[in-house]
């Protein structure tokens, strides 16, 4: 072409992989080059009919419950052990689920050799319940099952969750029950319940950890996480309240599971 | 799960048969969820894409191991037709439709290389870094295989036109 401007600058900027100062100074020769004009057009009418005509397929449903299906295998709660196929023994999920573990472990030493070196978010599970929750947030994502009836909840667990964890209305403490809802996270549905403290919403999720892996209580992103164990059960309460009306639920709901163990 | 619908279609373009494309999304989605990092994070479509490429690989490595393989003709127009969307919105009009599946009959004779990069930068959305860690090359041939595959794609399409005075170009 008699522009000496190589296409596939061209095409860098049209894919927005040009740096600044690059892009400025292609945009400068664009304005005046009728031809470098013309092909960006040719590149948008391109990708405006791929993304119309060939975007739009979708995994058919039969494809998404047996997805779902073999996920639901792959995480079933207990026994874990007496339930797996021989086939699953092959894939065996035990040793990811030790490796998993393991790297928890050393996702704390390395917070702690790095703490003062960068804010590094190193604990997966932290993202996964922090996103959990802001997700939560959004409008229609907050509860599966709307009721302060604590007997209603619960059960509606057993068919939806991979644990069936007690449920509590503190609502006379301040921390009314809303309802209760399921997430799938480490590789399992965790189950979530849903309190109500003032404007603040606290999410308590909890799920089976065979590996005794409780992660210290820690702050991201502005959220407060707070975690603790009773039997085989990880919990964490996940909220923006303070710290105190955190811990105050977490007590509230120990001493509601008879766990006084830990203070 | 988050992205099945783009493995689903990246698998489509691997296989070319929904039934093999299916069997790829489930092993990879499985192999997603068994592994340390999990779907999470900004990347994690192109981490999903790359399993499904990995396992589409595998998977078509153990079916030449045993004998049996269908390899694709390069230009079966069967394979286009079936690649559009089946549940076309009701604005489609016919002549949109044929539009779309001479498109998806025009990328099914591509090289498969420069098909999996089209697919993923403009129906996919991945920047470079991304597609170059999906089909495992270098960024450099990234830019270079992409430009090619658009001028190829770009050509036929023009090509296709020629006779069609009518057609909007």
Excluded at chain 1, 14 to 31: N, T, Y
Excluded at chain 1, 105 to 116: D, N, R
């Amino acid at each position: 072409m008699p522009c000496a401007e190589t296409p596939s600058r061209l095409e860098a900027y049209f894919d927005g992989e040009l740096d600044a100062i690059s892009a400025a100074d292609l945009e400068r020769h664009i304005g005046e080059c009728a031809e470098c004009q013309a092909e960006l057009e040719n590149l948008e009418k391109l990708r405006r009919s791929l993304r119309r005509d060939l975007g739009f397929d979708r995994a058919t449903p039969e494809l998404r419950a047996r997805v779902a299906a073999a996920l639901d295998r792959e995480a079933v709660p207990e026994p874990r052990d007496a339930r797996l196929s021989p086939r699953a023994l092959a894939g065996a999920p035990g040793f990811w689920r030790g490796v998993i573990a393991g790297m928890g472990g050393l996702a704390v030493a390395a917070s702690a050799v790095f703490l003062f070196a960068a804010p590094v978010s190193v604990n997966p599970l932290f993202n996964d319940l922090v996103n959990a929750h802001v997700r939560s947030l959004m409008p229609t994502h907050l509860i599966d099952v709307e009721s302060t009836d604590r007997h209603t909840v619960k059960p509606w667990f057993a068919g939806h969750a991979d644990v069936s964890p007690a449920v509590f209305d503190f609502a006379d403490e301040g921390y009314r029950l809303v309802g209760g809802r399921a997430d799938y996270f480490d590789r399992q549905r965790a189950a979530v319940v849903v309190y109500q403290h003032g404007p603040h919403i606290i999410n308590v999720f909890s799920w089976v950890d065979d590996h005794n892996s409780l992660p210290g209580d820690t702050t991201r992103s502005g959220w407060h996480l707070a975690f603790w164990r009773t039997g085989n059960l990880n919990y964490c309460a996940v909220s923006d309240t303070g710290w105190d009306e955190l811990m105050r639920l977490e007590s509230l709901i120990k001493e509601a599971t008879g766990d006084t163990r830990h203070p | 799960m988050p992205h099945l619908d783009a493995a689903y279609r990246f698998a489509r373009w691997l296989t070319r048969s929904p039934s093999d494309a299916d069997d790829v999304v489930q092993e990879a989605i499985l192999r997603a969820y068994r592994s340390f990092e999990g779907l999470r994070g900004s990347d994690a479509k192109a981490w999903l894409l790359t399993i499904v490429k990995n396992c589409h690989r595998t998977i078509a490595a153990q079916a030449r191991g045993r004998g049996f393989v269908p390899l694709p003709q390069e230009t079966d127009e069967r394979d286009g037709h079936a690649m559009v969307a089946t549940t076309a919105g009701p604005e489609a009009t016919s002549m949109r439709r044929d539009e779309a599946r001479t498109l998806a009959r025009l990328m099914a004779s591509l090289p498969a290389e420069h098909r999996e990069v089209l697919i993923l930068r403009e129906i996919e959305e991945l920047d470079y870094r991304e597609i170059a860690a999906v089909a495992q090359i270098p960024i450099g041939t990234v830019m270079s295989r992409l430009a090619r595959a658009r001028a190829a794609l770009k050509e036929r399409w023009l090509a296709e036109l020629e006779g069609e005075p009518d057609a909007v170009r």
